[in-house]
T-cell receptor
Framework: KNQVEQSPQSLIILEGKNCTLQ??????????LRWYKQDTGRGPVSLTI?????NTKSNGRYTATLDADTKQSSLHITASQLSDSASYIC????????????FGKGTMLLVSP | NAGVTQTPKFQVLKTGQSMTLQCAQD?????MYWYRQDPGMGLRLIYY???????DKGEVPNGYNVSRLNKREFSLRLESAAPSQTSVYFC??????????FGQGTRLTVV
C-alpha cells in the first residue's frame, strides 16, 4: 500500500531559527514529490516539486532534498518567520492513473516570537 | 485570477439532509478532485474527474456523488448527511503532471 509518513507531527521553534521536516514514502512507482504549505483555514499551496533525478531544490528560504534510493525527502526552512507557521504536507505522485497523489498527514509548525 | 473557487465556505446540516458543494476552476484544467481532510489524517480522495464527462471513485466515496457539469465545474453531493461526514472538504484541479491547485475549503458540520 502506498504510504507517506511525516515527522515530526508538530514542532515549535523560535523566530529566526532553522528547522528540518522529514518525509518517508513507500509510493511506487514514483513520479514526483511535492511539499505543500497549508495555512490554517486555507487550502494547500505548492512550495516545491522534486522529480526522481533531483537531489536538492530551493525556493527562497525553503530547501527540499530527495533521496530516491532511501525514499526520503526533507524540507529545510531557514531563518524562520512568524508567517511560516502552518502545516507542511508531503505529497507523492505515482505515474500510473489519475488518482495518483498520496498525502502525508503533515507537520504542524509553530514559529514563536 | 480566481483559481479554484468553492462554495459555500461553511455549512451546518442536520443528519439526513442533503446538500451540494460547488467547485469551479478557471485554469482550463482537465482533472478535478474532491478531498476531505480530518484531524490527524492526510487529505483523502473522495472522487475525481480526469476529464469532462468522466468521474471515478477515490479512496472514500461512500455517501457521496459527483457531477462534472462541464470542464470548469465539479460538484459534490451528500444525499443523506451523516455525522461521520463532518469534515473540511477541498476541491482541487490540475493538468497532466502539474501541481494541484486547491480551493479554500468548505467546513461542513453534520449534527
Amino acid at each position: 500500500k502506498n504510504q507517506v509518513e511525516q515527522s515530526p507531527q508538530s514542532l515549535i521553534i523560535l523566530e529566526g531559527k532553522n528547522c528540518t521536516l522529514q518525509c518517508n514514502y513507500t509510493v511506487s512507482p514514483f513520479s514526483n514529490l511535492r511539499w505543500y504549505k497549508q495555512d490554517t483555514g486555507r487550502g494547500p499551496v505548492s512550495l516545491t516539486i522534486m522529480t526522481f533525478s533531483e537531489n536538492t531544490k530551493s525556493n527562497g528560504r525553503y530547501t527540499a532534498t530527495l533521496d530516491a534510493d532511501t525514499k526520503q525527502s526533507s524540507l529545510h526552512i531557514t531563518a524562520s518567520q512568524l508567517s511560516d507557521s502552518a502545516s507542511y504536507i508531503c505529497v507523492v505522485r505515482t505515474n500510473s492513473g489519475y488518482s495518483t497523489l498520496t498525502f502525508g498527514k503533515g507537520t504542524m509548525l509553530l514559529v514563536s516570537p | 485570477n480566481a483559481g479554484v473557487t468553492q462554495t459555500p465556505k461553511f455549512q451546518v446540516l442536520k443528519t439526513g439532509q442533503s446538500m451540494t458543494l460547488q467547485c469551479a476552476q478557471d485554469m482550463n484544467h482537465n482533472s478535478m478532485y474532491w478531498y476531505r481532510q480530518d484531524p490527524g489524517m492526510g487529505l483523502r480522495l473522495i472522487y475525481y474527474s480526469a476529464s469532462e464527462g468522466t468521474t471515478d471513485k477515490g479512496e472514500v466515496p461512500n455517501g457521496y456523488n459527483v457531477s462534472r457539469l462541464n470542464k470548469r465545474e465539479f460538484s459534490l453531493r451528500l444525499e443523506s448527511a451523516a455525522p461521520s461526514q463532518t469534515s473540511v472538504y477541498f476541491c482541487a484541479s490540475n493538468q497532466g503532471n502539474t501541481e494541484a491547485f486547491f480551493g479554500q475549503g468548505t467546513r461542513l458540520t453534520v449534527v
